[in-house]
DNA sequence: CACCCGGAAGGATT
DNA sequence: GAATCCTTCCGGGT
């Protein structure tokens, strides 16, 4: 009984090693717990051990198996006259439907084996996987599937956790695998490049094996074909049931990748030039997927080979694996020696960690995270893949992506991306080419360059998200902390506000909203020199999922893509990572990074880097920030301040709204501005703020220093350097 | 030449 | 259908 349900739900994370279950979530589904060890242990030994391969005898066979052992109420076995392909694809409401009291636990349940089943297959190359759809796994988007909980389910002890090492390849996908998503924006992928198809030729050849899993709902069929994959296959081509969808994300992650590796190629400039041949993958490129089409050779190649390389010595070392992988996208992007290094060392951690840490932010309502709880499981998934409306954009969008791989605890990014200051938000794109390749991969948007990107670094100007640090190339500073903006739902608010900027104060707010005093948001990062802040009206406390590096996510994907086919894609992949991930951390490490507790000053600095510190100024005291916190919460941020309502120059008092967010707002902000700042001190940076109100109106906003003058650290070099001295001033 | 800026048009997603 | 968030182009400035 208490397995029953714990088994799905409840993993036991305390015991995993952290490190380790990153590593193998990154490739492989959660493994199963121990519990599942025992499960499968007393399945029926007739039963094979991949659930898409049992007749409907076998199906029968496991159900009541399971009815036996986990006490559950009685089925309909009617209802599941399918074989195990069939079974498979039921989602976790189709399993609920047909049985309510025991839907969960017969899905969970199946998705373990599912999953281990995967595992043990993932090194084949021609796995089924096949995912398209990208976002998908968005949590608005898509509803609810209730995937995960294999995901969940930590490995720790399991034996299963052990063999996924061993078997490493396998990759996760397969439980996911079996849904497909649709595909997002598939041809925007496409359509981005020119680039050829590489796709396997188009058929994906990939696809076929690959196939199956993702293939996309629609494209259905696409692929599916792949046996293999049956679960995938089956999903796909079975069409029949619409829910996968959390399986999908994953697949479709991993077709993701494949796409962003290929621009990869292109775009990185080159970074490394593939040679058109096709991958081996087989991705299960449904037409409308994005996926590996366009894959580079080369690219992947290198990807996979690193991620290859990192797998077997996964096995061998498992982190370090995960690690080159991760290491080998970044590498890519620029050095493939570093990779190599990172690979060695840096690496295994990364992956993992970032994992654990990724999720600096947190929804506002710290508590998305609260994976912890039994039931964790299906909130987990929540979490992970909001339903709500959320915001969680888990490096969807481009501050998010930015904030992921800064704050990466391991650094793992650092070779493309790094902070310079991040007190103040000031960090340094060490490798524009890079750094947009991944985004590019994370969009799957081929052809993402610099340049590009950088456009759209240049559109958070107007709406106070971010500045240029003036004098250094490739240095911006974050003008609003990543809770702030998670709480934001939209940063048209902010756009709003922006106008209003105009110096005037704050700018940006959008007073209307809330701005007031009572929203605020949380916490602006770099107090000085935003401007203000503005608030962020509304704000939903998002239940994020946060924690995640899309970046290594995506660069496991690619890699795995790369070497297995269908690459998960990004979002979604990174979706499902990001919430096996943050499970497994949240379980090991105990608080998930967002939740609240982190938010605590002390928690803020769990993730190393998040800390930014924030200031927050809070109404009440410092402390009661805190306080305010529950309310607020700011999340990382937050925590760090120390700030007390002092008023330092600089300053900001949080100002808390209603939603219980906070906010804060320059108040001497103009004062100084016009005093000290003018001249002085920001050099530059002015136009951050400018931009901000300007942007919109004025033709350019940076000039105005005058506007916002404020006495900005920024400088390009923060490090900790003045820019925090600044800062903490403002701060005490 | 690279970087940076921001307008404009348009696409994908929500 | 509207809004958002880019993506893609582009001309121009430094």
Redesign the pocket.
Known sequence: MSKMKMLPVQLSLNSLNPGIWSDVLWRCPPAPSSQLAELKTQLPPSLPSDPRLWSREDVLVFLRFCVREFDLPKLDFDLFQMNGKALCLLTRADFGHRCPGAGDVLHNVLQMLIIESHMMQWHLPNSPVTPTS??PL?P??HPPTPTWPPLNAPPENSPFHSSAHSLAGHHFMAPNSVTLSPP??V??QA??PPQAPYQNGGATGAAPGSAGGSAPAAGGATNTSNPTSSSASSTGSNGSQPNIMPMKGISSASSNHSDSEEEYSETSGGVSKMPPAPLSYSTASPPGTPILKDIKPNWTQQLTNSFVNSWSQQQQQQQQQQAAAVAAVAAQAQQHQLQQQQQQQQLPQKLTLDNTAGPVVTPAGGSISAPTTPSYMYKAKREFFPEN?EPNTNG????DFLQQLLNDRNQKYSDLIAWKCRDTGVFKIVD?AGLAKL?GIQ?N?L??N???????L??Y?RVNILR?VQGE???YQFLRNPTELKNIK???LL?QSTPANGNGGSPSMPQGSSQAPGSPAGQNWNPQQQSQQQQQSPQRPASRNGPMSLPAVAAVAAAAAAAYGPPPTSPLFMHAINGAFHYLSAAAAGPPPNSPALNTPSAVGGPDKFQFHPLKLENGSGSGSESAGEDLKPTDLSVSSKSTATSNEDCYPLIRNADGLTTIKLIRYNEHQVAASPAGQSPKHD?QQA?ASN??SS????DQASEQAQPVPMESDCNGGESEDSFRHMQQ
């Open positions: 990208r976002y968005s608005h988007s997002p924006s041809d925007s359509s981005s409306s969807r969008l481009l501050w524009p985004w969009k948007h052809s993402m610099y340049d590009k990107m950088s456009r759209a240049r559109y100007y240029k190339r490739h240095c939209n940063i048209s756009r136009d931009g942007a919109s033709p350019r906003p940076m």
